[in-house]
């Protein structure tokens, strides 16, 4: 039997799970197994795609449905329920059961930069993965704002309210939103990047490219930047791990 596992999304081409397992299936040596990406337009054609593949074992879930999907999965834990939003999805016997890896995978690669003077945080856009950062930053008693072109979540303002004196106070910047992936690598988040200095930190949830407009930015400034490509690894490690029952002592939900 061909085991599968995938990535459910919309404009997935630029994707690097495809390449990130295959990868770890011929470094591993782990056959008959493939990894397929699942592009579709709404939300709708999971049940499509779930009827159409009796072989599929598990799935990521990526931009626009980390929150859409929620209604989809028959068994959630509460606090991911709570939470609104999940990553990775695991079949057994036709039912399926979400997770979050990207709560790990962010607090992960997150605290390795962190500074004991990095206290408030902007949090850029209100998608899914914005939850998981939010869950994060409270467990790690960092006080937030989400940022967005419209204030859809409470303690949430626009990017024209973004000021010399709040980006003075809230020195960690992280972009959550898609702006600035490939192929539109000359576009960035709107924010005053000139108020910006070395006490700052900017995170980037985009990986491709590496290094996008709004890094380059920030690094121009002095401050410490990262991308998303370690959490995409932990994360992606960890969606093996759920799947293939390895035992797992980091998941509290």
């Not at 397992?21 to 056959?31: R, S």
């Not at 993965?129 to 859809?152: A, D, E, N, P, Q």
């Not at 898609?178 to 988040?189: D, R, S």
């Not at 491709?208 to 490509?229: A, S």
Request: hydrophobic share 35%.
């Amino acid at each position: 039997m061909i085991k599968i596992y995938g990535l459910v999304g919309k404009n997935i081409f630029y994707s690097f799970s495809k390449k990130f397992f295959e990868k770890k299936f011929k470094k591993e040596k782990i056959k008959n197994t493939i990894y397929s990406l699942y592009d579709i337009k709404n939300i709708s054609f999971l049940k499509k795609i779930l009827n159409n593949n009796s072989n599929l074992l598990g799935f990521n879930v990526t931009i626009p449905y980390k929150e859409k999907i929620m209604n989809k999965i028959h068994y959630i834990n509460k606090k991911l329920l709570k939470i609104g939003s999940i990553n990775t999805v695991k079949i057994i016997n036709d039912k399926t059961i979400g997770y979050n890896t990207d709560i790990y995978g962010f607090e992960k690669s997150f605290k390795k930069n962190l500074k004991f003077f990095h206290k408030k945080a902007l949090i850029l856009g209100t998608g899914g993965v914005s939850k998981s950062i939010m869950y994060v930053l409270t467990k790690l008693g960092i006080k937030y704002l989400f940022v967005s072109r419209k204030k859809k979540e409470k303690n949430c303002i626009s990017y024209s309210e973004i000021s010399k004196e709040l980006i003075y106070n809230y020195n960690i910047i992280i972009n959550c939103t898609p702006v600035g992936t490939f192929p539109n690598i000359n576009e960035c988040p709107n924010i005053p990047y000139k108020f910006l200095s070395k006490n700052h930190y900017l995170y980037d949830l985009v990986y491709n490219p590496k290094e996008t407009l709004f890094l380059k930015k920030g690094k121009k400034k002095g401050c410490v930047v990262q991308n998303g490509i370690k959490m995409l690894f932990l994360q992606a490690n960890l969606s093996w791990k759920i799947w293939n029952n390895f035992k797992i002592d980091y998941i509290d939900y």
